[in-house]
């Protein structure tokens, strides 16, 4: 065995603060208070459903997760955040209909205590928002101090030791890395500059480092994967995640081309297009923002196929994404993927996949799974990106020499072989050898 890190113990209520606060974010709320109430059961949530082998298959230890490690309870949880509209939790629930009145009418009056904060709004970054809830500030430094004075208040108002921050606002126009990018010295000059390569994203990611605030970001944006953040998370000890949460098509495309690539089948063609009619489908209406989530998308088959090593497989494979807003969808997004595979003797075959899914109720335990994991990677001294959170993300932050995996296999061994080290279990290789010699 190895040797155990030293965890904290998760003391007293743990504040979960959220950059917006609309379709994902309020299913995550009502979700946890219906769970409370014994009205619902935590589906989809690894840390609350989720079991873990120890040892050897014939020593029969596998413990729930969260039995295994010392995670905040849904008890423990206060939630806030920021949004660009003033509605408070169940107004948000309301117009985003993603829950059944019955639901939402059995939680009415704990969404009705949580209020936003006014958002850090820049019109060009989510051009299609008409915001009417946001903050007044002179500069983007004064921005992040006004960010860090709402996370002081909160855990004041709510008598918090600790909070973690997960992004779930709408997805930013795309951007690319530049100068202010690099370096903290850079990027706190760009904020005294209110430099438009600092992005709203990037200010909350700041001000939550800052607050020694673990940070996992669940949207395509440019945000805390940038040189000046991850490293000043690494140098604060504070752990950062992300980027977009891994909810449907994509998360499809992670379970389908594994298979495909583990019995050496060729690709020709992948074609995938969505229609969603909620508000990220309205933000995805705009081309730049667009671009953001396309690029989140379609990164994921090249790591997975590797054609730079199976050139006559994966080496020339047409591989398009189409995402569309339709209105009349709302949170229940439709995905269509067509997928030209190739066998012996170079065959053709076709996959089809009709996957009609519900976005926020497959973002909401990822939520929650992401608040209670980053939360513990923090009282175990686990400093700067997570990569062992990779499981939940389209495209997962990485060291760079290093390569993301996207294999959601793969990803979970990793994920569940650190929670094995920190608490000094053997690490699960499945080879197997040694029941047999």
């Given amino acids: 065995m190895s040797e155990a890190r030293e965890i904290q113990a998760p003391r007293g209520r743990l504040g979960v603060l959220m950059p917006g606060m609309g379709a994902v974010a309020t299913t995550f709320i009502a979700g946890v208070e219906l ?188 945000a805390v994967d940038i040189p000046a953040l991850t490293r000043l998370a690494d140098e604060r000890g504070v752990p950062v995640a992300g980027k977009d949460f891994k909810t449907g098509q994509t998360w499809m495309k992670t379970i389908v081309a594994p298979g495909l690539k583990a019995r050496m089948l060729g690709l020709k063609g992948w074609y995938s ?18 671009k953001s989530k396309e690029l989140s998308k379609l990164s994921v088959l090249d790591y997975i196929l590797q054609p730079e090593l199976y050139p006559e497989l994966y080496g020339e494979v047409s591989h398009l994404v189409k995402i569309n807003y339709y209105p009349p969808r709302g949170d229940a997004k439709e995905g269509w993927d067509n997928i030209d595979i190739f066998g012996w003797l170079g065959y053709p075959m076709q996959v089809k996949i009709n996957f009609l899914a519900r976005d926020s109720i497959l973002a909401a335990p990822i939520v929650l799974d992401l608040a209670l994991f980053i939360d513990l990677a923090h009282r175990a001294s686990m400093s700067g990106i997570q990569e062992w959170l990779s499981f939940y993300f389209k495209s997962p ?16 061994m990793k994920l569940k072989n650190t929670l094995r080290a920190i608490k000094g279990e053997d690490l699960i290789t499945h080879l197997g050898l040694d029941y047999y010699e």
């Fill in 35 to 222: 769970i409370k109430k014994g009205l619902a059961e935590p589906i989809g949530s690894l840390t609350q459903l989720g079991t873990i082998r120890l040892g050897k298959r014939t020593e029969d230890r596998v413990p729930k997760i969260k039995d295994f490690v010392p995670l905040g309870t849904l008890e423990d949880l206060v939630f806030g955040g920021w949004d660009a509209f003033p509605d408070d939790a169940y107004e948000a629930a309301t117009v985003a209909g993603v829950l059944e009145k019955e639901h939402l009418g059995a939680v009415r009056d704990d969404l009705k205590t949580i209020e936003p904060f006014p958002a850090v709004f820049d019109p060009r970054y989510v051009a299609k928002l008409e915001a009417t809830h946001v903050k007044d500030f002179s500069s983007l430094r004064e921005a992040a101090e006004l960010v860090r004075e709402d996370i002081r208040s909160f855990k004041v108002r709510h008598g918090l030791d600790r909070a973690v921050m997960v992004s779930c606002a709408s997805t930013e126009s795309y951007l690319q890395p530049q100068e202010a990018h690099f370096s903290i010295e850079k990027f706190e000059e760009a904020l005294d500059a209110s430099d438009a390569a600092i992005s709203p994203a990037m200010v909350y990611a700041y001000a939550a480092i800052m607050e020694d605030v673990p940070y996992a970001n669940g949207a395509p944006s440019l």
């Fill in 273 to 290: 297009t969505n229609i969603l009619g909620n508000r990220d489908g309205e933000v995805l209406d705009d081309p730049e923002s667009l």
């Fill in 397 to 412: 932050m990485v060291l760079p020499e290093l390569y993301p995996e996207h294999d959601l296999f793969i990803q979970l």
